[in-house]
């Protein structure tokens, strides 16, 4: 095992199922070929069959283990099903309440269970459903928030409810470079989950509008504003984007379900229609205007400078922490 292993694999990095198909199988092999832990999103509707596909493809890219997140808040029974078929190495859960049974029989299938949440009690919840890890997300992260505290806050809390039961607690949340990681292991955390970091990557599969957004943009905002018809009460941290600062104040009766069609997109496998103020990011398919559409980004968006391989990101995390804690901490004792 290598430096800050967790869960019997190399790094204590993962990189977060992306939504709703930005990590697909290219992505998560090149994490899970770094050593660290990549996560496919299983859709958010069922298809075993085509999960399966995406499972098989991403084991034909790499022989490493790597997991499949299921959002818990949308159809997903026949999915799991299919993951604990396949037997993938972890299941990530995320907005919903992950249940004894599941775990269960995660476990006779031989693959762990990761619940990600944003309150302490939720916490106490999974870790008395005997989960093997949990993912601790702060309100500093990007895409669909569940908690309200900050990292900093939250992680500690958790590390002390948890740490007497031997559970690995990951944090997540504006977490893109090696500051971040070694401040999650002085909170206490074992590992760090990465989104917007790997979504700013050579192989993940969002626009390339969207990636050289990432790169050029610095602020985010808490919001509301979009996806309210198909997942509502699932608030967002998005880019403020000319278009999301000409509609911020969206009142609260509007939705996408009357909105024009601004572009159309892929995703897994299946055509769809994407309208003003859907919660739908640009994935490489997509068409229309681009620039209009949400962009999910978390409050460290401002560190990153460049899209690079996935395995450089992984690469930079494990040796910049290495070199912050040896040199920098370490010297300064």
């Not at 500690?156 to 690995?168: E, M, N, Q, T, W």
């Not at 003003?276 to 559409?293: C, S, Y």
């Amino acid at each position: 095992m290598g430096w800050r292993g967790i869960l019997g694999f190399e790094y204590g990095i993962i990189q977060a199922p992306l939504g709703p198909d930005i990590s697909g199988p290219e992505l998560v092999a090149a994490v899970a070929n770094a050593g660290a832990i990549g996560i496919l999103r299983a859709p958010d509707w069922e298809c075993p069959d085509y999960l399966r596909e995406l499972i098989r493809k991403t084991k034909a890219l790499t022989d490493k283990p790597f997991g499949v997140g299921i959002v818990l808040a949308f159809p997903h029974k026949e999915n799991l099903k299919c993951v604990l078929e396949e037997k993938v190495a972890l299941l990530q859960l995320y907005w919903g309440q992950v249940t004894k049974d599941v775990v269960a029989d995660a476990h006779r299938a031989g693959v762990k269970v990761v619940p990600q949440i944003g309150s302490i009690e939720e916490a106490k919840h999974a870790a008395d459903a005997g989960v093997d890890a949990i993912i601790v997300q702060g309100h500093e992260a990007g895409g669909h928030v569940i908690g309200q505290e900050a990292l900093t806050a939250l992680v500690p809390r958790v590390v002390d409810l948890v740490g007497s039961k031997g559970i690995p607690v990951i944090a997540a949340g504006g977490i893109v470079d090696e500051r971040g990681y070694v401040a999650a292991l002085a909170l206490g955390a074992q590992g760090v989950c990465l989104g917007t970091r790997f979504l700013a990557t050579e192989e993940s599969y969002a626009h390339p509008e969207y990636k050289k957004k990432l790169v050029e943009m610095s602020e985010t905002e808490y919001t509301n504003v979009y996806g309210r018809a198909r997942w509502p009460g699932a608030p967002q941290r998005v880019l403020k984007t000319p278009f999301f600062l000409e509609w911020r104040n969206l009142p609260n009766h509007e939705n996408e379900a009357n909105q024009p069609v601004i572009g159309r997109s892929t995703i897994h496998g299946m055509e769809k229609e994407i309208r003003r103020f859907a919660g739908t990011v640009p994935n490489k398919t997509t068409t229309g205007d681009i620039e209009n559409m949400v962009m999910y980004a978390g409050e460290g968006v401002g560190l990153i400078n460049e899209i690079l391989p996935a395995a450089q990101v992984v690469k930079r995390l494990v040796e910049g922490a290495q070199t912050l804690i040896q040199q920098r901490l370490t010297s300064s004792v």
